[in-house]
């Protein structure tokens, strides 16, 4: 395909292109996505997670420049909230990473979060692939971190770098919601603030309640607008992937993320599958019935699934 | 000024008024509108009365002309004795060019200088420089080293003058090259008068031409707040702004807030260096946006002066009277021009400059009429110049002090103005204060929010913008407007490439290293950087040395 | 499944701070459904095509207010051209004069509004221009 063909050679524009595909029309984008495929697995994808305000862009900005002065190229996907009132997304992650834009071994792209709740884009991981295909050795995926987006962003990166700052208030409370737990390395971002070993000893003291595997994450102070702590940050990264690797570990995580994958798309799928089989008539006098008391839901449920299955496994259904 | 009794009975009276008459009519003369607002989308009462001023003691909130807190203006005699400097911001073009204007200014009547400076001198930048392009001479003059600044004040006696020079990021570099051109006409420091902006703080908040990151910034403006203290008394060493805090699309209650904030964060860094307040807060000023809406606009200026007292007083101890006064200059709302039926711009002009001068201002700019499609030609900067003076000689709104005072709308606003702008620099006292703030976008985001509000009352047609949403004209594009030569930056780039072949280079690198030396230091700047200016080293020079040592400021915004 | 959003960069090229108007207008494209991408101050010409690129935008939006605008939309219409990318739409804004918005709509400049113009009349233009 020549598409393909054009992005393995670091076409720019046919990757943001398919970025687009594949945010706008996946079914479409997978016809590509799956011969791009044995294309990928080359990079080092890392998650850059946090609350609002934390200084992810800024340290993904610095983190970036001293890769590139290593002959490094770098993917980054800046997620930030769709409205959900609205659809729209004002991406600003940008910003902090200027001198980035005209440097041809990084591609940036920005991306809204589409009204997936768990605040990643669900065009992420087309795009991580597409990044990895148009040759970029390390992609850092940098996402707002509340709730749920942990438990996603570990599903597409290798290893997460988990951001916070003294003094937001909110410190016990990133404790709390066990978003540590996702944090294979541990930033206290501002270090210059008030609070800032205060908070450090907190988290010291929560790791030594939550011993999480073999790996204990470290725990590092930055202040990454001056370039501070970036250089350590870097190391530890690299001592992460070392350990990744010797310990089997990062095979497995990655195993253990294409199952994810692979349970997520049967999901949409079966959803689609079930939209388009289900909706005709039929539907409408089951739950007449159902209204009526003549039937009731779980009955009904049990004997549509079975009817599915049948006819999807005879080939009967139409796509 | 009235007590309890008086009170109880104006109470007794107008509830008498609002069940009888008020009642009565509104059935018949409803009022235009479900909520009245101001320029700043405060509501605004039917009617103030006495009740509104229960607590209003005149000793203590008013008192007298040049007394504290200064509410009635900082000078007891005020335009009785001294009109206010008319001064109108203008520099285009070449050094050449704005000289010319100046000129032409003086001639006219206009009393001091205020000089624009175009945008690649703003940020640090010499005229050749790639990020200049097409932005030399553009918004003000271009200035790339000391024989441009030369050349702006040719035939102007620097004792006789006083100028006012809007430079922030290279504030000390421009003043140094003010101070040789002065050495060179034989003008001694100390007869110096004028002003320099010298206020990063809002360049990072609302007006955008940074160079550094605070920290060393605020070094700089220290560094100048001690060398005037030392060399030039009469200077003023800041003009700390909400002109830009406003235009950016603040309240007059943010505008005011803003300011002080930033005015509190360069007396602290002031002290931090060793400075005793009353050695440097008697030079500091102010600069405010004189906006639509008059009476919120006259009440603003009267709160602003009120607080500031305070502050200076109780917060940093200050004894000396003027450490206490805020002197001013205000220039009128830029962002309330229309480029529809601009001659309209003239009375929007006249009615803010009268805020300004029933404000007590100490000196004014009047925009011009068609600065919402170019660069003000000569013929409108006249009639703005014009305006100022019929507000001085002919409406008589300068033959008493404070005119306004004891309204009991004025003095509701200044005492509403005054309380709302307190619990914003409460809060900014708890992010850390101004600078702290400022990183986080604290200030930046509420401004943003004011903006997007002001915006979408003026598309609900809630707020009326005359030949905007109401009253619009077919209109055939205006003619005359100003247009920069696009020659200037031809001429600029020549004019730098003959100075650098001509000026003695080893002099120059000299005095760069000892400013790259210096600037690793503690030491004040001002002296390296002046020999640096006497040795004709370029604008940008100097700021790429200055670069190198304290990195560049990234901007921080929440969107 | 046809999810398509129109994607705008605002971009403020030329070293003017005034970013009121363009922080008002990235705002309410927002609002009105678009996924906008805000890059900040101080853009040069080649980092805004760069940019526009990566990011598959349909629309560019610039504001300036400085009197820049004779040299940098050229430059970045320019740009636009040689990396075969002139299928983005291209908007203007700003202090700009009548007479320049002739010249600058003749190297295809798409629209340019000037200031007092509502925000949905720019959104009902881009809609318009991009469907």
């Known amino acids: 395909m020549e598409m393909i063909e054009k992005i393995i050679n670091g076409d720019r524009k046919v990757a943001a292109k398919l970025i687009t595909l594949a945010e706008n029309d996946f079914n479409q984008a997978q016809n590509i996505l799956k011969e791009l495929y044995s294309y990928t697995g080359n990079a080092l994808v890392i998650g850059i997670t946090g609350p609002p305000g934390a200084g992810k862009s800024t340290i993904t900005d610095q983190l970036t420049k001293s890769l590139r002065k290593q002959g490094k190229t770098v993917g980054i996907v800046a997620i930030d909230p769709t409205s959900p009132f609205t659809g729209g997304a004002l991406l600003g992650d940008r910003i902090r990473m200027q001198d980035l834009s005209t440097d041809q071994g990084v591609f940036i792209r920005s991306m809204g979060t589409r009204g997936n709740l768990g605040g990643l884009s669900p065009a992420t991981q087309s795009t991580v692939r597409i990044l990895d295909a148009l040759g970029k050795d390390i992609i850092f995926i940098e996402t707002v971190g509340v709730g749920q987006a942990e438990v996603e962003i570990v599903k597409v990166a290798d290893m997460v770098v988990l951001i916070t700052m003294p003094g937001m208030g909110d410190d016990i409370q990133i404790i709390k919601a066990g978003i540590m737990e996702i944090g294979d390395i541990l930033v206290v971002n501002k270090a210059d603030k008030e609070g800032c070993e205060r908070l450090v000893t907190e988290i010291e003291m929560m790791l030594d309640f939550n011993p999480k595997s073999k790996w204990r994450p470290p725990v590092l102070k930055t202040i990454a607008i001056d370039n501070i702590g970036i250089q350590e940050l870097l190391q530890e990264i690299n001592n992460h992937l070392k350990y990744l690797n010797e310990s089997g570990e990062l095979e497995q995580r990655r195993q253990e993320s294409a199952k994810k994958e692979i349970f997520d798309l049967i999901q949409e799928k079966w959803k689609e599958i079930l939209s388009s089989s289900i909706n005709n008539g039929f539907l409408n006098k089951i739950a007449a019935k159902i209204v009526k008391r003549e039937e009731d839901p779980y009955t009904a449920v049990k004997k549509l699934s079975n009817i599915l299955i049948h006819s999807y496994t005879q080939g009967g259904m139409n796509k | 000024m009235f007590n309890a009794e008086e009170i109880n009975k104006i109470k007794k009276s107008r509830l008498k008024w609002e069940s009888n008459t008020l009642k009565n009519t509104l059935p018949f003369f409803s009022e235009r509108k479900d909520k009245f607002v101001t320029g700043s989308g405060k509501e605004v009462a039917r009617l103030y009365t006495p009740e509104d001023l229960e607590e209003f003691d005149y000793n203590t909130q008013l008192n007298f002309p040049g007394q504290y807190p200064y509410t009635r203006g900082v000078q007891s005699t005020m335009y009785r004795g001294r009109l206010w400097t008319m001064r109108q911001y203008a520099g285009f073009g070449t050094a050449e060019e704005s000289n010319k204007r100046y000129k032409y200014l003086l001639e006219q009547g206009q009393t001091g200088l205020s000089v624009a400076f175009d945008l690649p001198t703003q940020i640090g930048y010499d005229s050749d420089h790639s990020m200049a392009l097409g932005e030399v001479g553009k918004v003000g003059v271009a200035i790339d080293s000391l024989k441009d600044m030369e050349m702006l004040f040719d035939g102007i006696p620097l004792d006789k003058v006083s100028t006012s020079m809007t430079i922030n990021a290279p504030a000390n570099i421009l003043l140094a090259m003010y101070i040789v051109v002065a050495e060179k006409q034989g003008v001694s420091l100390n007869k110096l008068k004028g002003t320099i902006q010298n206020d990063i703080l809002k360049e990072y908040i609302a007006r955008g031409t940074y160079i550094f990151p605070p920290a060393p910034s605020m070094r700089l403006i220290t560094n100048i707040f001690e060398f005037c203290f030392r060399e030039m008394p009469l200077w003023n060493t800041i003009s700390i702004s909400g002109y830009h805090i406003r235009e950016a699309g603040a309240t007059a209650v943010q505008e005011v807030a803003f300011t002080l904030a930033d005015g509190i964060a360069y007396v602290e860094a002031a002290i931090n260096i060793g400075l005793k307040v009353d050695d440097f807060a008697p030079r500091l000023s102010f600069f405010f946006n004189a906006h639509n809406d008059l009476l919120e606009e006259v009440a603003k200026f009267r709160a602003a002066r009120r607080l500031w007292a305070k502050i200076m007083k109780e917060r940093f101890g200050a004894k000396n009277e003027k450490s206490l006064m805020l002197r001013f200059h205000t220039q009128t709302a830029g962002c309330t021009l229309t480029a529809q039926q601009s001659d309209n711009n003239i009375i929007r002009v006249a009615m803010q400059a009268l805020a300004a001068v029933l404000g007590g201002t100490q000196s004014l700019h009047t925009n011009s009429r068609d600065e919402a499609m170019a660069l003000p030609s000569e013929g409108s900067v006249r009639i703005a110049l014009r305006t100022q003076q019929v507000l001085a000689y002919e409406t008589g709104v300068t033959e008493t002090i404070d005119p306004l005072a004891g309204s009991y709308y004025i003095e509701f606003l200044t005492n509403d103005i005054e309380k709302q702008a307190l619990k914003y620099i409460e809060k900014i006292d708890k992010l850390g204060g101004a600078s702290r703030a400022i990183e986080q976008g604290f200030m930046q985001q509420e401004i943003q929010n004011s903006a997007y509000r002001y915006q979408e009352e003026i598309e609900e047609g809630k707020r009326i913008v005359v030949g905007v949403n109401k009253f619009r004209i077919k209109e055939k594009p205006p003619k005359g407007l100003l247009k920069v030569d696009p020659e200037v930056e031809h001429h600029q780039l020549m004019k730098i490439k003959k100075l650098k072949e001509s000026r003695d280079n080893h002099k120059v690198k000299a005095t760069l290293n000892a400013l790259e030396k210096a600037a690793q230091t503690e030491a004040n700047l001002m002296p390296f950087i002046l020999d640096c200016v006497r040795s004709y080293a370029t604008l940008g020079e100097i700021c790429t040395i200055l670069r190198g040592i304290f990195g560049e400021y990234k901007e921080s915004i929440k969107l | ?131």
């Open chain 3, 1 to 131: 499944m046809d999810k398509k959003k129109i994607r705008v960069l605002v971009a403020k090229p030329g070293l003017d701070g005034h970013d009121r108007g363009a922080k008002i207008v990235a705002r309410a494209l927002r609002d009105a459904g678009m996924e906008v991408i805000y890059t900040g101050l101080r853009q040069t010409p080649e980092q805004i095509v760069e940019t526009a690129i990566q990011e598959d935008v349909n629309v560019i939006g610039l504001s300036i207010l400085s009197g820049a605008h004779t040299h940098l939309f050229p430059r970045i219409m320019e740009l636009l051209k040689e990396n075969k990318v002139e299928d983005i739409v291209v908007i203007g804004g700003g202090v700009i004069p009548e007479e320049d918005i002739y010249e600058l709509k003749k190297i295809g400049i798409a629209e340019v509004f000037t200031p007092g113009t509502n925000t949905k009349d720019i959104i009902k233009f881009i809609q318009e221009k991009v469907k």
